[in-house]
């Protein structure tokens, strides 16, 4: 018994010690654990802030190359830009302080993206061509460029005389660019611009006188103070018809047909032309009124429809067949008509002093009535294709759309205040800008797409493929939206915009502010893809027919601007960069 309660002692003694073990042990190493830890984390904070003292260096490496590429290689402005981002990446990262100065060299590296290609600064006046091929210039000593603008090279020069006001010449490019006319008020010039060469010159009386390319481009009406006008080739420069006015030409109007076979002018004194270029015949083919005139072609050339008024009840019509010259007088009591016809068909639609509208049928001088308005409208708008009319009446507080080709009401838009009505140019929508809103409505589908909300629309703009438009408020926005959907693709900040347009390609739109600066967006996507500085807070914005180039004007200072970017490719070094790339600012 003795002995088993010794054995007990010492094993509970044996326990005992175990544990004062394991806890010596257990202390020791928490307390080499702690050690360890800490020391760990000041090797790795020791690491960081040497790493971030390395990335610190060279993003401010990349801020002075930045610079440096900016003041001394303009031309490398687009990889200045991306040196920049590179930088500010790097800032980012580590929350440096100097973040904020990185930003602003990257918006100094950003205001003048754009290639120039052609600048002058004592530009009177210029034109660019339709087929992006041409500049042409006249400086105020009278003398005048026409400049290659891939080579930029002069490929033909011509003297003009110079004028008292400045207006040294006008220029006029045939729908291709092919042809030029240089007007001068001593002579005029008509220039083949593939040869470079002038077709023929005539003796100008005026800086006044004017020049209309016909469709085909065959042939050139140029029409003079005096009251002359004269119908040329655009081959030879011979001269195929003319007639002269008798009145001041101030007041003369010539359109071609579509068929450019046809020519008609119209006079202060009342009377219509028919000019015949193939037969070289002019005929007065209408003799008007005191009480207005207006005339027009029928879509497929065959009829010159022409309207005058005796008083302010009574109105006649007169139907000319283009071909036989034949006249058919149709005489009306309720006043004089307005005359819509389109370019798309040989539909003619007539309005009456009473607001009612008819369709005329040129073959029969048959009319038939489509709609009479009840309201006390003052503005009308008719579809080019003559399927919509929109009217805005002052007594109603909606916006009317009538169907035309069945004269009913399809459908109508709420209205604030004193709203300005568009038609895009596809014929598909209405834009109705009020005070404080734009609305898009589908003609075809007879529905509202959406109300935007504006305040003050200061201007408004649809681009030509009628896919979207553009507007500035008066808080200093410049909005671009979608006109199918109604989505506002960007909101851009531009304070005192003077200038908005799209390109004639509709890829690009063009907004010049009181910053002294112009804009240009893509309407795709709503990016600014080139912001130019101006001299001036009051300048012109011109584009290229297919938006390739796109001009500047203050002044006298002309500055031309390749839009598209993408062809920017530039390969360097660059300390910072392992190696060297290719750089494609896209």
Do not use: C
């Not at 009480?291 to 000319?320: M, N, P, W």
């Not at 130019?532 to 012109?540: A, D, F, H, I, M």
């Amino acid at each position: 018994k003795t002995r088993k309660e010794q054995e007990r002692k010492r094993k509970e003694k044996e326990q005992r010690n175990r544990a004062r073990l394991l806890l010596a042990a257990t202390t020791t190493f928490a307390l080499l654990s702690t050690v360890l830890g800490f020391a760990v984390f000041r090797i790795n904070r020791l690491a960081k802030q040497s790493e971030a003292a390395e990335t610190r260096a060279t993003a401010q490496k990349l801020i002075v190359q930045s610079k440096q590429l900016q003041s001394e290689q303009p031309n490398l402005r687009s990889t200045a830009s991306l040196v920049a981002i590179e930088a500010i990446k790097r800032l980012q990262a580590i929350n440096d302080p100097s973040l904020a100065e990185a930003k602003n060299n990257l918006q100094r590296s950003t205001l003048q993206l754009p290639n120039k290609v052609y600048s002058s600064e004592d530009t009177a006046n210029y034109a660019l061509s339709p087929d992006n091929q041409h500049v042409v210039t006249v400086n105020y000593d009278g003398h005048v460029k026409l400049i290659d603008l891939v080579s930029q090279n002069t490929v033909f020069e011509i003297e003009h005389d110079t004028h008292e006001n400045n207006v040294i010449a006008n220029f006029v490019f045939s729908e291709t660019g092919t042809y030029l006319v240089s007007l001068g008020k001593d002579y005029i010039h008509l220039i083949d611009t593939q040869s470079a060469k002038v077709v023929a010159s005539f003796d100008a009386i005026s800086t006044s006188t004017n020049a209309l390319f016909s469709p085909d481009e065959q042939s050139l009406a140029i029409y003079q103070p005096d009251g002359k006008l004269e119908v040329v080739s655009t081959d030879t420069g011979d001269v195929l018809v003319s007639a002269m006015h008798d009145d001041n030409s101030s007041s003369v109007y010539p359109t071609f047909s579509q068929d450019s076979k046809y020519l008609r002018s119209t006079s202060q004194d009342g009377a219509i032309r028919l000019f015949d270029i193939e037969q070289g015949i002019v005929s007065v083919v209408h003799q008007g009124g005191k009480y207005g005139k207006a005339s027009s072609f029928t879509g497929d050339s065959q009829y010159l429809i022409a309207r005058s008024s005796s008083d302010e009840k009574k109105s006649s019509i007169d139907i000319v067949s283009t071909e036989t010259k034949e006249i058919k007088r149709i005489e009306h009591e309720e006043g004089p008509h307005d005359i819509y016809t389109s370019e798309e068909s040989p539909a003619v639609i007539l309005r009456n002093n009473e607001r009612a509208f008819s369709r005329l049928e040129p073959s029969t001088g048959e009319t038939s009535f489509i709609f009479k308005d009840q309201t006390n409208s003052y503005e009308y708008i008719v579809s080019k294709n003559l399927k919509h009319l929109v009217i805005d009446s002052p007594d109603s507080d909606t916006i009317s759309i009538v169907d035309l080709t069945n004269g009913e009401t399809s459908g109508s838009i709420q209205k604030g205040g004193e709203p300005t009505l568009r038609i895009t140019p596809n014929n598909r929508y209405l834009v109705a800008n009020s005070e404080d809103s734009v609305s898009l409505y589908d003609l075809e589908e007879n529905k509202l797409v959406n109300t935007l909300d504006q305040n003050k629309v200061r201007s408004l703009v649809i681009s030509e493929d009628s896919n979207f438009l553009a507007s500035h408020d008066s808080n200093g926005v410049v909005r671009l939206v979608n006109i199918s959907t109604g989505e506002v693709i960007a909101s851009v900040p531009h304070t005192g915009v003077s200038t908005l347009s799209f390109s004639q390609n509709s890829q690009y739109l063009a907004t010049g502010g009181s910053d002294q600066t112009t804009k240009i967006l893509e309407s795709e996507t709503g990016l600014v893809v080139s912001t130019v500085e101006q001299t001036s807070r009051y300048g012109y914005v011109n584009f290229s027919e297919n938006g390739e180039y796109f001009s500047t004007q203050q002044y006298s200072d002309l500055r031309i601007y390749k839009t598209d970017r993408k062809e920017q490719n530039q390969k360097i070094f660059l300390d910072g960069f392992e190696g060297y790339g290719v750089i494609s600012f896209n």
